[in-house]
Nanobody, 126 residues
Framework: EVQLVESGGGLVQAGGSLRLSCAASGFTFDDYAIGWFRQAPGKEREGVSCISSSDGSTYYVDSVKGRFTISRDNAKNTVYLQMNSLKPEDTAVYYC???????????????????WGQGTQVTVSS
């Protein structure tokens, strides 16, 4: 059974940092790109970042470039999202997801991901 479990969310002041983790199981982790998404109340789910399975190439939405860093540890079947210089507008539930195998490259398109975690809340206070 494919499982993705997020952790590391919490409450932080603006300018602070958090590191999210996504622990995967039930599939050959090395073979799949993993993405991070977020959804704020009343808004659509947004692709934040993604890291490929092969060459480590990454994708970031413009609003987080220079502040967020995605990485993966294949030995631990885990993807991380280091979030620095957090802003109140980063407040959302953050999800990790597996890119479906028919897609070759990372993207922020929700429909291209086939398995999702349950989410972890990130709240940034001003």
């Amino acid at each position: 059974e494919v499982q993705l479990v997020e952790s590391g969310g919490g409450l932080v002041q603006a300018g602070g940092s958090l590191r999210l983790s996504c622990a995967a199981s039930g599939f050959t982790f090395d073979d799949y790109a993993i993405g991070w998404f977020r959804q704020a109340p009343g808004k659509e789910r947004e692709g934040v970042s993604c890291i490929s399975s092969s060459d480590g190439s990454t994708y970031y939405v413009d609003s987080v470039k220079g502040r967020f860093t995605i990485s993966r540890d294949n030995a631990k079947n885990t993807v991380y999202l280091q979030m620095n210089s957090l802003k109140p507008e980063d407040t959302a539930v953050y999800y990790c997801a597996r890119l479906a195998p028919r897609y070759l490259h990372c993207s922020g398109a929700v429909e291209e991901y086939d398995y999702w975690g349950q989410g972890t809340q990130v709240t940034v206070s001003s």
